[in-house]
Structures are given as C-alpha cells and as structure tokens.
C-alpha cells in the first residue's frame, strides 16, 4: 500500500519509525476509501439519474436539491416544481412530504385534485404537517433514511436557523444512503451555503396562450443558482406536458442575463457523454413536439367573457 | 368539616372531632354548641371525586381491574394478582402500605367477593388495625356480626328492619330471602346475596381489561433514564411473545408508568398496521417519549410498569414480502409511517381521500394515515367516516391535452380581493390580492360551479370561476359570488393558486 503512495508523501514522512507510521497511515487512507464507497448510492435502489430532458442541468438521485420561490406569488410554482420533480425521481414510489403549517396558512392547503391534474396520483403521497422548522428537520431526517421511500418534500418557510450546513449535510447523507431524493422547497427565504446538491429559484414563466387567450400548461423559468458538480449560474423556461410526463423546453440559455431567448433545439440527448444514463431510461427523452397542437379534436371548448 | 345543606350539617369529621363526640349529619349550630373552637370548612365533592379518581388510577399498579365505589371507596379485583406479591395477606399489606405514602387514611379488607368487601372494609373492628383478610369461604361469618347498615340499604329499607327486630347481616342470613323482598324490596334480598356469595357479582373496571398485557414490579423505585428504556424493551419484548403466542398483532399499545408517590404516567402509541415486533414497538415508544419531552418527569421514580396491547388484530405472516421488492417497500414505508405517527401525533401525519363532491372546498380532504384502529382514541380529525383503509376513489381523472383546471394551492377560507372588470360578465382584467395589482394577461372562464341543492345547507352561493395568468406568469383562480344585480355588487375571492 504504501508503494502507491505519491512520492510528496513519502517525502515528509517523519525521518524514524517511517515503516510503522506509513502503515497506519496507509490502513487509514483504506478506511477512509471504504468508508466513502459505503456512503455512495444505494447499490440496488436507484441506478437512473432523476433528469428533466430538456434540462443539461440534472437533479441527481438520492441527493438534496433546494428550490426557492422567487417571490411569494411564486411559492405554487415552486411547490408544482418540487412535487414534479418528486414524481420523477420517485419513480412510482411513495412520496412523503413535510410541511409547516405557517406555509399552509400563507400559500393555501396541498389540494389533491391539483396533483391530480399536474399527473401525481395523490394516494401515493403522505403529508406530514409540522409546527416549525425544527421539526420539520427532525420528521425529514427520519424519512430521508427510509430506503422505500421514492421521494422526500421539505416546505420550509423563512430562514430558519436550524437549517444550517449540519441539518442539510445529515440530510443530503442519509438521500445518498438510502437513495431517497430529497427536495427542499423554501418560501420567502434567501439562499444561504449548505450541503444541497443543487439550488435553483422557481418562478412562475407565461404560459403558451391556447386558443381564446386560455392559460396553456403550467410553465416555469428556473435558473440554476449552485451545482456542486461544477458550472455557472443558468437559465431555462420549461413547460411540463402533463401527457407524456416530461418538461419540455420552451426557452434556455447557457448564462444567467440573456434569459427569454428561445433555444431553437433543446439540448437534450446532444450531449454524448450522458448518452448511457439516457438510454437506461424508460421515458421518451428526445422526441420534443416544440410546436405540438394545442388541444386534441374535440376537446373542452374555450370559452370567455 | 362541615357542608351546606338546608341547614348546615356535618358532611365529613376528622379522628380529632370523632374523638370529640361529633358524628357526620349532625348540624353545624349542635356541632359548634359542643365545641366551641371548631373549625368548619365548605365540603368539596368534586375534589373528593378528584382525589377518589387519582387514587382509583394509582392503584392501577397493584390489578388493571379498578373500580370507583363512590363516594369514598375504590374496589380491587386482584383474581390472578396476588402472587405477585407473595400472597393475599402480602398483597393487603402492601396495598395498605401503599395507602400510607399517600397520605390516605384508608381501611381494607379483602374477601370474596366485591359487596362482602366492601361491606367489611366500612365495619373493621378495633383490633383488626385497618385491614382485614377474609380466607376463602370464610365470608359469611365476618359478616355475620356487622349490622344491616352494612348493606348499604335506603331509609326506609333500614328504618323498616329495624322495626322488625334485625340487627345484624346475621339475622338477615338465617332467615328465607322471600320474606324480605316481599316486605322490604327485592334490594335487600339481591344486596344481602351479593354480599354473601349467593350471587355471583363482578365490579366494572374503569378501564377495561386489555387482551394482553406484561407488567414489572421494583423493590426500588427506579429513577434513570436508561433503567425505563430497559424496562420498556423488555416489557415490549414479553408482550411480542405473548403476542405471537395468540398469532395476532397489536394496532394500539400502551406503558403505564407508577410513580412512587402514587400517580401514573401513560405513552400510548399506534400504528398502522399489526406489530409484534419489539425492536420497532421500541423505536416508537421512544420517539413518543421524546415528543412527551417534560412529561416523563420520574418525580421520585417509577415502582412498577405495565404494558397493554389495546387493540389487537390477527397478524398476517406474509411470505412474499421477503422476494417482493414492492411489498418490503411498502412495509418500510408503513413503519416510517408509525414513527412518525408516534412523534408528531396521528392528526398531523395524513393521507389525502376525495368525496364525491364537485365543491372544491369538499371535493378533498386529509385524513390520518393511521385510520381509526383505535375506538378510545378520539382525537382523529375526520377519521369517523373513513374508517376502512381502503378508501373509494372518487377522483377526477384529467382531460388529455388540457391544461390544469384546479390550482395545487387552496385557500380555505377564500381570500377577498378586489376585481375590475371590463363588463359584467367579463373575467377580470386587473385584480389586487395582497395589496398588489395584478395585470391580467390571460384567462379563461367562467366555469359555474353551483351549490348543492341537495344539501339541507347548501355551502355557498352560485361560484363564477376563472382560470387568470398574471403578466408575470402566475396563475390564479379566481371567483366571484353571486350574480350582477341591482342591490349588491357581487365580491370576487382568490381561491387558489396554479403550478
């Protein structure tokens, strides 16, 4: 082992009884080592990665990932996101989400037939409705180590002290433990460093008008702010199609700052290094009908005035 | 001492005024021409009722079988008891014992059956110091010299024995039982059976009895922390073998703590479906002592714990869930369910259930994840009418290619705000919620959504609701009720918000 040390480390080795000290040493690299490929992702779980198609930027499986609203009219957009994004990753398992009641009170109640309307089966998911964030902290600790668990919901609101770089590092260990995926939805709260995978803020986009100026599909624009795997801050405007279960690009960008232009191609499967991840996917991935019809024959009439 | 009546009368005397010569029922202006120093407080009846209670709960330790026998007695049934402490005599004492550390001064007696007991505990002779035991078929002679006041009969019942010469049970028990209920009432003949044994009588614990329980006596009161955890897993774990013994499993359990000083402390906790697992029957035990926080306060510590299975359910062994990868999930996702449960409480972890209603602030409601196993709960928000666990679906499948019709975010109640409009019937062109306006830059609408005539109170009026985008890209539902007529402008609310 110690042979394959690097030479700087055997450089300032201490001079006497190097042979003992480097064995320790070397014993404990292969503990740390282990140790790490333990907390990795659960062997059996969760092999696909939690992808938005029309997104390069992913939201990796059994990690933390945090969303803000981008202002309190923005908080439904948020939460629509968070729960989305929950049926993806929880691919058909249960979803628990944790809520404060203060959030209930500012932003309404959770009402089933909405999840019903956006493609989330409500019997699937299980609210816990707690008093403050310190609770909400300790309900979300106990289900983030539920390995049957599909996804986890966090709504917290304000900047709650107890969400500090511990609470959120227990959380994103035991998402990579277990393989749950975890979302922390923050309304009214300002970013601040913790151990999330991701953060993004959530608005509310405009809508593609159907016919009659009727509000199309729900739409969002998410910007990127914090990818521990590296890249800068980004911009994109989804549209999520309820029928095919998948966001599809209406607009993105590589930077923040020259949001709204539209992207001509969605840059989905172009990216060849994640072709692999891509094809272990059972769900459509690249056929994107940017310009699909808006209603089907015969559908509701749309009516106004 | 003293007790307000039409006139004031004596309720109770202390050993002090007994000693004096003052009776309970003698008048207050008597009772004070005798001694005149006497000091008279007003009766309490309920916090005698109070501490008759606190006491009936406290000697929950010695039998689960207590009863009240108001106003100043409580009742044992120790039938299969007394062995735990070492005999019938031990156990007497020790209840007596027990009596003494609370600062009660009580009188015992123990006998067959609950009437004789009771009977002789109110008649104790002076050299029996304040405890009697009455050996197997021994009842009729203790009870033979008390008087017919023993039986606890009426006025005129007593004032009609009396008369007739009857002094003692004694008299009563040699003659035929005809002659009395024929003179007097068939009380006294039914009284005088049960207090003899003739009639077979059981008294009615307050609570009742649970179908399986395990219990631990201490020689010490026990203090730490860790000693309760301790007791508790072994408890858990007697009560999960009796359990599977019965091949059932329990939905609601409960640990009764005794404190030393009398008083008991009770963790209860549920779950959703059959367990007989000790290990996890622990994990929730603690997650609820550690939500009761403060109230596991041990004062001078613990002498004795008891756990009881409330509800039990047979216990389905399921081989599948050892191949199926679903089923374990689900049953993971069942016991995280039952934890969280135990901490937070069974109103605050729910599910989600639709009724058939197109009102939408009815169309959906939360109920607890854990349904209604438990009858003595009573705490379940809408848990009464959903108690299966499978609930009918009723929910409203949307149409392919339409955008959402019903936003994510309810408000209940809805939230006023105020509208302008381009004509009557038009949807909204601005509106203003939270002191903000808000440009209208689509919308769609009206869908009329009437109230349910049907109902005996119908909920609300005629709703007018429109689908409404913002110039920002937030999207509002929006109503207004009731009609444009001439008296009243109708108001506008926002009920919910979309994705």
């Known amino acids: 082992m110690s042979g394959s040390m690097p030479a700087s480390q055997q450089f300032f080795a201490p001079a006497g009884g190097t042979a003992a000290a480097q064995a320790a040493l070397a014993r404990l690299r292969e503990q740390v080592a282990r140790a790490g490929a333990a907390s990795g992702r659960h062997p059996a779980a969760h092999a696909a990665e939690v992808h938005h198609p029309a997104l390069p930027g992913r939201l990796a499986a059994g990690a933390l990932h945090e969303m803000f609203a981008a202002s309190g009219a923005d908080a439904a957009a948020a939460c629509g996101f968070a729960a989305l994004s929950a049926m993806i990753a929880a691919q058909g398992r249960a979803i628990l989400w944790v809520r404060q009641t203060m959030i209930e009170a500012e932003f309404g109640l959770i009402h089933p037939p909405g999840l019903i309307e956006l493609g989330l089966d409500p019997a699937r998911v299980a609210l816990v409705r707690v008093r403050d964030a310190g609770e909400a902290l300790k309900a979300a600790d106990e289900a983030v180590r539920c390995g049957g668990l599909g996804a986890l919901i966090v709504d917290l609101h304000g900047n709650p002290a107890k969400l500090d770089l511990t609470a959120t590092r227990r959380l994103s260990l035991g998402a990579a433990q277990s393989g749950v995926t975890a979302f922390l939805t923050r309304s009214a709260g300002e970013p601040a460093p913790n151990a999330a995978a991701t953060r993004w803020r959530v608005q509310a986009a405009p809508s593609r008008a159907l016919e009659a100026r009727a509000p199309g599909p729900p739409a969002f624009g998410l910007t990127l702010l914090r990818d521990r795997t590296g890249g800068m801050q980004r911009h994109w405007q989804v549209e999520w199609n309820r029928d095919e279960t998948r966001f599809e690009l209406l607009a993105g960008c590589a930077e923040a700052g020259t949001a709204g232009k539209p992207a001509p191609h969605p840059p989905a499967a172009a990216n060849g290094t994640r072709a692999g991840a891509f094809a272990a996917l059972s769900e459509p991935v690249a056929a994107l009908s940017f310009d699909r019809p808006d209603q089907a024959a015969g559908g509701i009439r749309r009516r106004t005035g | ?391 009918p679906s009723f929910w409203r499948m949307p149409c392919p290619h339409e955008p959402p019709v019903r936003p994510v975010h309810l408000f209940n109640p809805p939230q006023r705000v105020e509208v302008i409009a381009e004509l009557p019937d038009a949807p909204p062109a601005r509106f203003r919620w939270r002191r903000v306006w808000r440009a209208v830059a689509l919308a769609e609408g009206p869908e009329r959504i009437a109230p349910e005539w049907w109902l005996e109170e119908p909920a609300t009026e005629t709703r007018d609701y429109y689908r409404v985008e913002d110039m920002q890209g937030c999207r509002y539902w929006i109503f207004r009720r009731g009609f444009y007529n001439a008296d009243a402008m109708p108001g506008w609310f926002l009920h919910g918000l979309f994705a």
Do not use: W
């Open chain 2, 1 to 391: 001492m003293a007790k307000a009546g039409g006139a004031l009368k004596l309720a109770a005397a202390d050993g002090r005024a007994l000693k004096l010569g003052l009776q309970p029922g003698m008048s207050l202006a008597d009772a004070r021409a005798r001694v005149p120093g006497l000091i008279a407080l007003p009766a309490a009846p309920e916090a005698d009722a109070a501490l008759l209670a606190r006491i009936a709960e406290a000697c929950e330790r010695f039998t689960p079988l207590v009863a009240l026998d108001a106003p100043d007695g409580v009742t044992l049934d120790i039938t299969g008891c007394a062995h735990l402490f070492g005999g019938e005599a031990a156990m007497l004492a020790a209840v007596s014992a027990f009596m003494r550390r609370l600062r009660v001064n009580a009188r015992a007696a123990l006998c067959s059956t609950p009437d004789a007991a009771r009977a002789l505990a109110r008649h104790l002779t002076r050299q029996d110091k304040r405890m009697r035991l009455v050996a197997p078929g021994g009842d009729e002679a203790a009870l033979r010299p008390l008087p017919v006041t023993a039986l606890g009969l009426d006025r005129d019942a007593l004032h009609g024995l009396s008369r007739a010469g009857l002094v003692t049970l004694g008299d009563l028990a040699d003659r035929p039982s005809l002659i009395f209920s024929s003179r007097f009432g068939a009380d006294v003949a039914r009284k005088l059976d049960r207090a003899l044994g003739r009639e077979d009588m059981r008294i009615t614990p307050l609570r009742p009895p649970a179908p399986c329980m395990a219990e631990r006596h201490f020689a010490e009161p026990m203090l730490q922390q860790e000693a309760v955890s301790a007791t508790l897993l072994s408890l858990a774990r007697d009560v999960c073998s009796l359990l599977e013994r019965q091949s059932a499993g329990g939905r609601a359990f409960e640990a009764a703590l005794f404190l030393a000083e009398g008083g008991v402390r009770r963790i209860r906790v549920e779950t959703g479906r059959p367990l007989r697992d000790a290990a996890a029957l622990m994990r929730l035990f603690e997650r609820r002592i550690e939500q009761m926080g403060e109230v596991l306060d041990p004062g001078f510590g613990f002498d004795a714990a008891r756990m009881s299975v409330l509800v039990l359910e047979p216990f389905e062994t399921r081989q599948d869930a050892l191949f199926s990868v679903q089923a374990a999930e689900e049953a993971d996702v069942a016991a995280l369910i039952d934890r969280l449960t135990a901490r937070f409480g069974r109103e605050r972890v729910l599910r989600f259930a639709a009724r058939d209603t197109h009102d939408p602030d009815r169309e959906a409601f939360a109920r607890p994840a854990i349904s209604g196993a438990c009858s003595g709960a009573g705490s379940g928000s809408g848990s009464g009418s959903s108690a299966s666990s499978a609930p």
